[in-house]
């Protein structure tokens, strides 16, 4: 967890990676989700929409990045989280998520609130989302 002493816009933390991602993954996610659109786990009829094979949900990889973003600065100081879905991902993508912060001002009720900066990128480069999100961090006791 980051320390409101040391919030300055720039500031970044480990990049986290995810995967290969398997087509498991997506039929738990459909499961979990209750997304059951046969694109995501039916290979023979996502093939026959024209597709190479079935693909993520853009919500399991909003997940990632939401796991990602919330274990670096806190579930519970969530205050805003948003995203863009740029890119399909497939089965054997592997996913890394990071952040920086672009904005930091002192809260109206104290502590600090961040503006947040996220990216979850393919392992071609690719970015399959980008995202925003603003965090209020309480001051230290």
Aim: net charge negative; with cysteine; hydrophobic share 40%.
């Amino acid at each position: 967890m980051i320390s409101t002493d040391s919030i300055d816009v720039g500031a970044t933390t480990e990049p986290r990676v995810f995967g290969p991602l398997t087509t498991q993954m997506f039929v738990r996610y459909s499961g979990a989700s209750g997304d059951l659109n046969p694109m995501h786990y039916d290979d023979v009829l996502a093939r026959a929409a024209g597709n190479p094979s079935v693909f993520s949900q853009g919500m399991h990889q909003s997940a990632l990045l939401a796991t990602f973003a919330t274990d670096w600065l806190g579930a519970e100081n969530v205050r805003r989280f948003g995203v863009r879905f740029r890119e399909q991902v497939w089965p054997g993508d592997v996913l890394t998520c990071a952040g920086e912060i672009t904005a930091s001002a002192p809260a109206a009720h104290g502590g600090t609130l961040v503006t947040v900066e996220l990216t979850c990128t393919r392992q071609t480069g690719g970015i399959a989302i980008s995202g925003s999100a603003d965090f209020h961090l309480p001051a230290r006791a």
